[in-house]
């Protein structure tokens, strides 16, 4: 194949944003057109300069192409969407029951999210699987969060010379938990966003809702205290079920819309919406200014993956 | 598809499952490259597209079922996908089929000169 094909198929390559599997399918059906294109072209007389620039200006702009076929390829099937829901479904029902403290049930949601997302991943990341990836993380940081007062005293021990205090299995347990749990993340999100920031987006959806949430719970006691605070935090849970929901719903449009336009508005609105709401709900002194802010850091996790994909198109 | 300025390209465009759902009926098999030629050779060149169009039309066909696809080894060891009609596309074909000749005979008769 001559370099300036190879070149022009590399550059549909790259805004094709689809599973690597798929886009190597696509590639192969087009380089097969351009093979025999060029035996055509070349047949009836042109020299191979001229056969490569008619072949490729007869077959359009490259991004305009790899839109099209982004289009044609993109849409996930039902049992995708279905797939695609299910995790916020299920954290829905759990708000839903006021169950999200029973031990019983948080632990059998956290080890099927776990499960699944490992599972999904490892055969071949379909983007159904991201969704499931998103909630797979949050034990990890809410662990991380319930060990902070631990870690904080360790660090302050070692510092200030002396030694871990008893149990120090606990502070070390907790800091290889955090640090392999924010290394998992953050090269998931690398791996996602230099397929396509959908992806990415997707996997990081629940964080600004639930993020927001274990803030106003920990203002209320805690996620491990009880009595009255708590049950005040127990009354969001039906505005928590509804948010869910509403991810849900986005998750659905991310995976069955054609135009990628359409998947990120979805991600984005519900994502930026869903964490100013849960900061309205939870929050009564909060101002127009707070729900700005609320905003502007939920779509700044959102688009931070975009960063990353970047950086990975790049290198 | 999307045509040039020889006509609306709407009208291209609204028919172009018609057109591959036909000729791949028509061969039984056939790929990408092949069918851009035929259309241009049964057209006489008058359709005209950026050919790289033909091959999203292709999946989105091959998405509802209307057609299959398969990759087949083809002499030199090169691989070609190829489609074949599905019953699905096959039934959707005659009612589109049946749907233009309607639709054209229609358009033909009104726009006969009156009193011709």
Redesign the interface.
Request: charged share 40%; net charge positive; hydrophobic share 15%.
């Given at each position: 194949m001559p370099a300036e094909v190879d070149s022009y198929l590399s550059e549909v390559r790259s805004h094709l944003h689809l599973d690597p599997s798929v886009e190597q399918r696509v590639i192969g059906e087009l380089s097969s057109h351009f093979d025999d294109k060029l035996r055509d072209l070349r047949t009836e007389g042109m020299s191979e300069r001229e056969a490569v620039r008619e072949a490729i200006a007869s077959f359009g702009g490259a991004r305009s192409i790899a839109r099209l076929l982004y289009r044609a390829h993109s849409r996930g099937t039902w049992v995708e969407t279905f797939l695609a829901c299910q995790p916020h479904l299920l954290a829905a029902a759990l708000f839903a029951a006021h169950q999200w403290r029973s031990p019983l049930l948080l632990g059998l949601f956290s080890a099927a999210l776990m499960g699944i997302a490992v599972a999904g991943w490892l055969r071949g990341r379909p983007a159904w699987v991201h969704s499931w990836a998103g909630y797979a993380f949050f034990p990890l940081l809410v662990l991380a969060w319930l060990g902070r007062g631990v870690l904080a005293s360790a660090f302050t021990a070692v510092a200030a010379g002396g030694r871990i205090p008893a149990p120090a299995w606990q502070p070390v347990a907790l800091l290889v938990l955090c640090a392999s749990g924010g290394v998992l993340l953050v090269r998931a999100l690398r791996l996602a966003a230099g397929r396509d920031w959908v992806d990415a987006a997707l996997l990081m959806l629940p964080q600004p809702v639930f993020g927001a949430w274990l803030l106003a719970v920990e203002r209320f006691g805690g996620l491990t205290s009880d009595g009255l605070p708590l049950g005040d935090a127990l009354r969001w849970d039906p505005a928590m079920a509804r948010l869910c929901l509403l991810l849900a719903a986005a998750s659905a449009f991310a995976i069955r819309a054609r135009s990628r336009f359409v998947k990120a508005a979805a991600i984005l609105a519900a994502g930026i919406g869903g964490g100013a709401i849960i900061v309205r709900v939870t929050s009564t002194e909060a101002d127009l200014a707070g729900l700005a802010v609320a905003s502007l850091v939920s779509g700044a996790l959102l688009a931070a993956p975009a960063l990353l994909g970047g950086r990975t198109r790049k290198g | 598809m999307e045509a040039h300025q020889l006509y609306d390209a709407d009208l291209l465009r609204g028919n172009t499952d018609s057109l591959l759902l036909f000729l791949i009926n028509e061969r039984g098999s056939t790929?990408?490259?092949e069918l851009i030629?035929e259309i241009g050779r049964r057209s006489k060149g008058y359709f005209r597209f950026?050919?790289?169009?033909v091959?999203?039309?292709l999946?989105?066909l091959e998405?509802d079922s209307l057609v299959r696809g398969e990759?087949r080894r083809i002499a030199g060891g090169?691989?070609?996908?190829y489609y074949v009609m599905t019953p699905k596309g096959r039934a959707l074909l005659r009612r589109k089929i049946e749907m233009w000749r309607k639709f054209s005979s229609a358009m033909t008769l009104v726009l006969k000169p009156a009193g011709g």
């Open positions: - | 790929y990408g490259y030629k950026r050919e790289g169009t091959y999203p039309a999946r989105k998405a990759w090169q691989e070609r996908r």
